[in-house]
């Protein structure tokens, strides 16, 4: 499609809008002001460069598409092509072990600013900001399927002094870039089977987070999050750390609550939990990722899921609230590829939502015709938004449509094959 097409098909599509009500140009601006949190760990399965051994702790990357990152230069290498696919200017989430030692072996609870200096330099050159989790899987000390909460005090401190690290590591990346951290802390902690004792490990869990951020950091540097989580692959029958418990603590202790929509049951609706908590926290942060039957991370599309994360976040002008990372892994496809679609599918949601007469919906919901509020949804359903879309890619310099798919298809041949 021709730059002049697509600038037509535009001008149509704002007229058609303007008939709603809805000023296309501002829904333009605000889309440009939102940041993604782009994951590191799609571009290589979640293996980093720790060289550990296999994944465990509940992660599980399926397929094997060649051309996976192997060093930190190749997958810095992969994020330049997939950024520059993506509209707008976004962020990084990085996690612990993707750690640059050069060559030494440093145990987690030792890592330390200057092992990342590499990624903060990347990121500084090309204005992005870095995220960063602990890694609190793949290592002997999470053999037992505890971490935080194992009742084994030298295991439970050697994890106590990785998140610690991990919060002075991200104040260092959010000093240098000018930009907060957001510091996540997931764990596998849980049972396969029947647990005959779940109070003991939620109160060492709550000891350890309380000991974790016993130190003191600027909110201008990290941005403390937990997340919970239903299930997992070795933890069927008892998550230490539920979505009940971090709601409870980020309540009790003022700290964002991770909402991953990969980790609640198929039947609960991730939107409908981001009105409930924000209504007690200040602030909360979004995994958006797609869960297929299980919490198995599939590369985000443009679902009815994440269209209505979007809305829930843009209705209620949660913007300013809300931090949004994407969180999956598929090998069995092009990695970078999977960051482009992932990435721009939820900018789509985003500019939908923002398409959306917002206030009359909710004018019409409290004269209590619903009927008319219906009917106004599904006429939104019709509108071009497509087009706009397209010009945003337009103006932002990046293909429209599946046009980027042919510089991910030359960067194959040229450099993911030559890695198989």
């Known amino acids: 499609m021709t730059p002049k097409t697509i600038e037509r098909n535009y001008r149509a599509a704002r007229d058609r809008y303007a008939e709603f009500g809805v000023d296309t140009d501002r829904a333009l601006r605000q889309l440009s002001a939102i940041r993604l949190s782009v994951h590191c ?3 290589d399965d979640v ?59 440093i145990p987690r609870d030792e890592l330390e600013p200057e092992h990342f200096e590499g990624w903060m330099s990347w ?6 900001g870095l995220d960063f989790n602990g890694t609190f899987f793949s290592h002997p000390m999470a053999a037992s399927g505890f971490t935080l909460s194992s009742r084994d005090e030298s295991v439970r401190r ?86 009940d418990f971090y709601l409870g603590y980020a309540v009790a202790n003022r700290k964002l609550l991770c909402l991953d929509s990969g980790h609640f049951h198929p ?12 209504s007690v926290l200040d602030e909360i942060l979004l995994h958006v990722s797609r ?35 994407l969180d999956y892994f598929d090998a069995s496809i092009n990695r970078v590829a999977a960051w482009v679609i992932g990435a721009r599918s939820a900018l789509l949601a985003f500019l939908i ?14 004269a209590g015709d619903n009927t008319s ?24 310099g990046v293909p429209a449509g599946d046009g980027w798919m042919r510089q991910v298809k030359d960067y194959e041949r040229r450099v993911l094959a030559a890695r198989a």
């Not at 990121?123 to 992005?128: D, I, P, S, V």
């Not at 039947?267 to 924000?278: F, G, H, M, R």
Request: glycine share 12%.
């Open 158 to 243: 050697f994890w106590v002094r990785h998140a610690r690290g991990c919060r002075r590591i991200a104040a260092a990346m959010g000093r240098k870039l000018g930009s907060p951290s957001v510091v996540n802390i997931w764990i596998p902690d849980g049972s396969k089977d029947i647990s005959a004792d779940r109070r003991t490990p939620r109160e060492i869990l709550r000891k350890s987070l309380d000991e974790v951020f016993g130190e003191r950091i600027s909110p201008k540097l990290v941005l403390d999050a937990v997340e919970g989580k239903l299930f997992g692959i070795g933890s069927e029958s008892y998550v230490v750390g539920s979505h």
């Open 41 to 43: 760990w799609q571009g």
């Open 123 to 128: 990121a500084g050159r090309r204005k992005l």
């Open 267 to 278: 039947t609960e609706s991730v939107p409908d939990k981001i009105s409930a908590v924000l």
């Open 373 to 396: 509020r219906l009917a106004l949804m599904e006429a939104l359903k019709g509108l071009p938004f497509g087009a706009v879309w397209d010009y945003r890619c337009l103006a932002a």
């Open 47 to 105: 293996g980093g460069f720790e060289r550990s051994g296999a994944l465990d702790g509940g992660i599980q990357a399926t397929g094997n598409y060649p051309g996976k990152a192997g060093t930190p230069d190749e997958l810095r290498s992969d994020l330049d092509l997939a950024f520059s696919l993506i509209p707008g200017r976004h962020r990084l989430n990085l996690h612990s072990i993707y750690a640059e030692t050069g060559g030494k072996k």
């Open 291 to 325: 869960g297929v039957r299980w919490d198995s991370d599939h590369v985000v599309i443009l679902s009815d899921e994440m269209r209505g994360i979007a809305e829930e976040v843009i209705w209620n002008g949660y913007l300013d609230r809300v931090h949004i990372g």
């Open 353 to 366: 939502a923002l398409l959306a007469p917002a206030q009359k919906l909710r004018e019409l919901e409290i």
